[in-house]
């Protein structure tokens, strides 16, 4: 199962730090999140890019975890040749994680159009 399949994200920049918001579709997921979208599995998914450290904020409320990755942007906006040096499109990359199955949810997905 993505993480695609459970939750959506966007992201910010400052600088050369980068931060990436994973908010579950549904709250009841959010412990799952938890458990499973640590900030060493993020670090380990961005190993090519995240030279600094990832830091995970949790929001129980709204059901989301906070990202921060720092000297994660090539230099930062400013100083970086990269094509996304804002890094948008680390919210998708991250979606892209891979997941345990969680039963109801693959189920869901199945009947799926």
């Known amino acids: 199962m993505k ?3 459970i939750a959506h994200s966007r992201t910010g920049d400052k600088g050369n730090t980068s931060n ?3 908010i579950a579709f549904d709250k009841s997921h959010y412990d799952f999140l938890r458990q499973h979208v640590t ?3 993020v670090r380990a998914h961005f190993a ?3 030279k600094g450290e990832v830091t995970r904020y949790e929001l129980p409320m709204i059901g989301a975890l906070n990202f921060v990755l720092t ?3 090539g230099g930062g906006v400013t100083r970086s ?9 680390l919210s998708s990359a991250l979606l892209d994680m ?6 109801d949810i693959v189920k869901t997905l199945q009947l799926a159009p």
């Open 39 to 41: 900030a060493g599995r």
């Open 81 to 89: 040749l990269a094509l996304d040096a804002h890094g948008k499109g």
């Open 98 to 103: 891979e997941l345990p199955d969680m039963p």
């Open 20 to 22: 990436i918001s994973v």
């Open 71 to 73: 000297n994660a942007l």
């Open 48 to 50: 090519e890019i995240a």
């Open 3 to 5: 993480l695609r399949d």
